[in-house]
């Protein structure tokens, strides 16, 4: 695959980042390109990955769990002053039909994509940068599509809500000059695609009009153009970013 060119965030310098997810294929794409923009990073996750950055300052968080999150953005603001960035990519998928899906499996999945995204616009309005700051969640095309038994119910469920969260928040913190998107991906090559077969991965692919496997470079790109100034005036959008999967959103 081309290898995706960097994307840098302009007139950044002394901005700071939380990034959850951060030690996942689209989180450590984004982290690299904020550092690289002179961006300050929370890096959240919990995995043992380290960026060896003087830059990042590293937590482990679990985002499911309030006072987790509520500590995590606490020590951004202690460590380093101030929070402008609050990108939430931690997620997980699902698998399998809704009739064999148990309770446990539905709500852990729920949990991890939607309602660790409450907890994180909750804890996370309260210290951004007011006007200013950018929120940034991480939807999919499962959530306009419907999904499928590869994706489970939970997690298409899930990432829909999210986009009308995004709206909702939009609306409610654009007088304080918060700005909030989401991107929808399709299928990254991330290692949340190491679940699937190789006859699962090229039908995959073969139902992408693009024909491809977006990276997580171009990803990361899209958020951080949505950081950026060129998205001022965008404002609860969701960027398809499908490889033409989806094409009526
Ligand atoms: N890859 C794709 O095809 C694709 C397509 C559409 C959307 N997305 C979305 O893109 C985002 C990033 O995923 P990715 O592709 O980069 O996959 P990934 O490499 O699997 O990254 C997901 C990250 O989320 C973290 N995470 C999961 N549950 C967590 C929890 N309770 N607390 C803290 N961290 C947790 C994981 O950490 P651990 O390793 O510790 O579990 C992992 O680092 C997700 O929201 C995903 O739904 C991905």
Known sequence: MRKSE?????NSKNKVALVTGAYGGIGRSVVEMLLESGVKVVATGRS????KNNDV?????DVT????????????????GRLDFLIHLAGMVGSGRIDEM????????????????????????????KPGGVVILCGSSNGYNGGSHLSGAA???SKTALVNL??????????????????????VDTPMLDRLTDTEMNNLRSSLP????????????????????????MTGTNLNISSGLVLDA
Do not use: Q
């Open 6 to 10: 960097r994307i840098f965030l302009l």
């Open 48 to 51: 043992d990955f380290r960026f």
């Open 57 to 61: 300052l590293h937590l482990a968080v």
């Open 65 to 80: 769990k309030e006072n987790e999150v509520k500590d995590a953005i606490e020590k951004c603001i202690d460590h380093f």
């Open 102 to 129: 148990s309770l446990d499996e539905w709500e852990k999945v729920v949990a991890t994509n939607l309602t660790s995204a409450f907890l994180m616009l909750k804890h996370g309005y309260k210290k951004i940068t």
């Open 155 to 157: 997690y298409a469920s």
């Open 166 to 187: 995004v709206r909702y928040c939009a609306k409610e913190w654009a007088p304080d000059g918060i700005r909030i998107n989401i991107v929808s991906p399709g299928p």
């Open 210 to 233: 693009l024909g491809r496997i977006a990276s997580p470079e171009e990803c990361a790109g899209s958020i951080l153009f949505l950081c950026s100034n060129h998205a001022d005036s």
